[in-house]
Structure formats: C-alpha cells, structure tokens
C-alpha cells in the first residue's frame, strides 16, 4: 500500500465506522426516527426504549465493535502501524543498537 495511505486508511476506516448507527438504520426499517423518539440519542438505551431489548443487544455489539473492526480491516489490509522500540527497550529488544 503507497506511504501515506498506511496512515490515512486506518483513520478513514475508524471514521466512517464510527458514523454508522445501526439505531438509526434499525429505526428508519421499521418505520420512524428514533431522533424523534424516546430520549432523542439513537443509542443503546433509546433502542431499548423505543424498539426492544433484542434491538438494543444488536446495537450494543455494533457499538462495542467498531474498534476491534477497524482494527482487524486495517490489519487485513497492511495499514497498520509500526512502531519503533522506545530506548529503554534495547537491553529486550532484538535491534541492533546504535551506540
């Protein structure tokens, strides 16, 4: 993958998983906006309140995911980052030293 797409892809990525609310889209399939229901907030909570428990779980593991999947997509595709071993780290880390 070319340099600074090793860098941009993961934050693209975590950002449009970031913007998806399954609340919402579980909402609009059922006919309303939870926007304009319940508390307002398309969150957990709201679709516990407005849809149901079982919703609520699907949005809940959604939710917690979006981390742990942006992580393993960008894994998936190379762009993870490397970083370098701090100088504290020489005396356990396999680099040669540059003393």
């Not at 449009?16 to 398309?42: C, H, Q, T, W």
């Not at 909570?45 to 997509?73: C, F, H, Q, R, W």
């Not at 100088?87 to 396999?94: A, G, K, M, Q, V």
Request: hydrophobic share 45%; glycine share 12%; proline share 8%.
């Amino acid at each position: 993958m070319p340099g600074f797409l090793v860098y941009v892809a993961p934050i693209v990525l975590g950002y449009i998983l970031g913007s998806i609310l399954p609340a919402y889209f579980i909402a609009r399939l059922k006919g309303f906006d939870i926007r304009k229901v319940g508390s307002g907030n398309p969150g957990t909570s709201n679709a516990a309140e407005t849809m149901g428990y079982g919703v609520a779980a699907v949005v809940a593991v959604y939710d917690i995911s979006k981390g742990p999947i942006a992580i393993l997509l960008s894994s998936l595709f190379g762009c993870l980052l490397y970083t370098s071993p701090s100088p504290r780290d020489l005396s356990t880390s396999r680099m040669p030293s540059s003393a």
